[in-house]
Each structure stands twice: as structure tokens, then as C-alpha cells.
């Protein structure tokens, strides 16, 4: 599951596509729906802390986990330089522990996505369980199985920037329903010319949302809705990214 090593140092260029603000302020609503206002949140899979941040400028306690280490350093110059106290904890989420309860956990930007066996998916979900106050909120996104399939699988998609590009081969495997992804960095040596080449693969698994369901259920926690991401649509075999909200059914 260890991933993002090199990549890490270079992660936030590549993502300034990403409307994270727009992202934060819809995982907001949703918490304020089911009466999230403030308090302890857990963010699983934080990775350099960009939503972390945000959601803590939205008034939240929280705490961020991660198992990449050169993510979690990138996320800690952050919370210098913003003054946020947020904790941030090195561990992987399929064995996380914390010292109490929290009001809600969120996973976003499918971490999900890189638990590669069921039986560890629930676990996940079996320990946001434990950890959630009675009747805590657990909000998640995925990537979905026709993303990988028809979106992503088999398509090379390259970066080209000043100080750093990148070459990503997708291979989307039908029958283990597995993305690889297999990733060239070129990241510039400070001021020459030089550009050091780095190579990464990562893996990620397809789910559906039964499956997510039956994971969510068999775990403890109450499936309560799935929205088709950043709407409040139900989602369709056409839905490339889903978002699900789950409950502590009560301790």
C-alpha cells in the first residue's frame, strides 16, 4: 500500500487542478447536514494535508492520518505555516488507532481506492466504527469501476512543467479489478538544468457501490446514502467518482 515516496515532493504541482476549496466547502455541507458543526474530525488518508487544512479553516478539530511519510512531512510545514493545530498521525488506516472517539471521519480523493482486499476494506470501516462517537458521521468518496475501466484503463496521460513532469500509464487488469498505475517523475535539481528521474507504481481497486454497501453494513456502521460526487444526485453506472455517508449505529 506505501506509495507516494517520491512523488510526494511534487504532489501539490501536479494538483492545482484539483478545486479543493469547492471539495472542502461540499464535505462541509454535508457534515453541517447531519450535525457536524464543529468538533474532532478524523481525516483518513490526508496525504500532504490540503483538504486537512481546510476543513480545519472551517472551524474543525482535527486530526489527519497517513502511511506516507514524505506525504505527512509536506502536511506539517503546512500546519507551521497556517498555525492550525492539527495532529497528524503515521499509520495505516487498515490498523489506525486513536486515543478516543471523534465526531466525524472523512476520506477523500480515493484513498479508499488503495485498499486492495475487501476483508481489509471492512476492517477500515469496522475501525471508523469504533472510533466514531454514538451516532458519528463517516463520509468517503471512491473512484468507481467504469472510471478505471472506461475512463482511465489503458490511457497515458503526461505533464510537462518547468521544474518537473510526468509520464502516468494506466493498465486497468478486468478480472482482478485492479489499476495500475505506473508513474516516470522528471523533477529538477534546484537551479541546473538536471532533471532526476524517479519511477513509482501504485495500485488501486475497483469497487462498486453494492459492494462498498455490503462492506459498510457487514462492518457495524449504518449505510445511510451514496450521492453521485459533489451533487446530491443518486448515482448512475455513468458516475466516475461516488461519495457515501455512513453512520455509528450506537455504541
Same mark, same amino acid.
Given at each position: 500500500m506505501e506509495a507516494y515516496t517520491s512523488f510526494a515532493s511534487v504532489y501539490d504541482t501536479f494538483m492545482d487542478n484539483i478545486p479543493y476549496e469547492e471539495w472542502s466547502v461540499y464535505v462541509k455541507e454535508l457534515l453541517e447536514e447531519y450535525g457536524v458543526t464543529e468538533g474532532l474530525v478524523l481525516e483518513l488518508g490526508c496525504g500532504t494535508g490540503t483538504m486537512t487544512e481546510l476543513l480545519a479553516s472551517a472551524g474543525y478539530d482535527m486530526i489527519g492520518i497517513d502511511n506516507a511519510e514524505e506525504m505527512l512531512e509536506i502536511a506539517l510545514e503546512k500546519k507551521l505555516s497556517s498555525g492550525h493545530d492539527i495532529l497528524y498521525l503515521l499509520q495505516d488506516m487498515r490498523e489506525f488507532e486513536l486515543y478516543g472517539t471523534v465526531k466525524a471521519a472523512v476520506s477523500v480523493c480515493d484513498s479508499i481506492n488503495y485498499i486492495?482486499?475487501?476483508?481489509?476494506?471492512?476492517?477500515?470501516?469496522? /475501525?471508523?466504527?469504533?472510533?466514531?462517537?454514538?451516532?458519528?458521521?463517516?463520509?468517503?468518496?471512491?473512484?468507481?469501476? &467504469?472510471? &478505471?475501466?472506461?475512463?482511465?484503463?489503458?490511457?497515458?496521460?503526461?505533464?510537462?512543467?518547468?521544474?518537473?513532469?510526468?509520464?502516468?500509464?494506466?493498465? &486497468? &487488469?478486468?478480472?482482478?479489478?485492479?489499476?495500475?498505475?505506473? /508513474?516516470?517523475?522528471?523533477?529538477?535539481?534546484?537551479?541546473?538544468? =538536471?532533471?532526476?528521474?524517479?519511477?513509482?507504481?501504485?495500485?488501486?481497486?475497483?469497487? =462498486? /457501490?453494492?459492494?462498498?454497501?455490503?462492506?459498510?453494513?457487514?462492518?457495524?456502521?449504518?449505510?445511510?446514502?451514496?450521492?453521485?460526487?459533489?451533487?446530491?444526485?443518486?448515482?448512475?453506472?455513468?458516475?466516475?467518482?461516488?461519495?457515501v455517508i455512513a453512520r455509528e449505529r450506537g455504541k
Open positions: 486492495m482486499e475487501e476483508e481489509e476494506l471492512e476492517e477500515v470501516f469496522r /475501525l471508523v466504527n469504533n472510533y466514531l462517537d454514538p451516532k458519528g458521521i463517516f463520509i468517503f468518496d471512491f473512484n468507481t469501476t &467504469y472510471k &478505471y475501466r472506461e475512463i482511465l484503463g489503458d490511457r497515458t496521460i503526461a505533464e510537462n512543467r518547468e521544474e518537473c513532469s510526468f509520464i502516468w500509464d494506466n493498465y &486497468y &487488469y478486468e478480472e482482478e479489478e485492479i489499476n495500475e498505475y505506473e /508513474l516516470s517523475l522528471f523533477i529538477r535539481e534546484g537551479e541546473s538544468d =538536471c532533471y532526476r528521474k524517479y519511477e513509482e507504481t501504485h495500485y488501486q481497486k475497483a469497487y =462498486c /457501490l453494492e459492494t462498498i454497501r455490503r462492506l459498510v453494513e457487514r462492518s457495524g456502521l449504518e449505510y445511510i446514502t451514496a450521492y453521485d460526487a459533489f451533487t446530491r444526485e443518486k448515482p448512475t453506472e455513468n458516475s466516475e467518482r461516488i461519495y
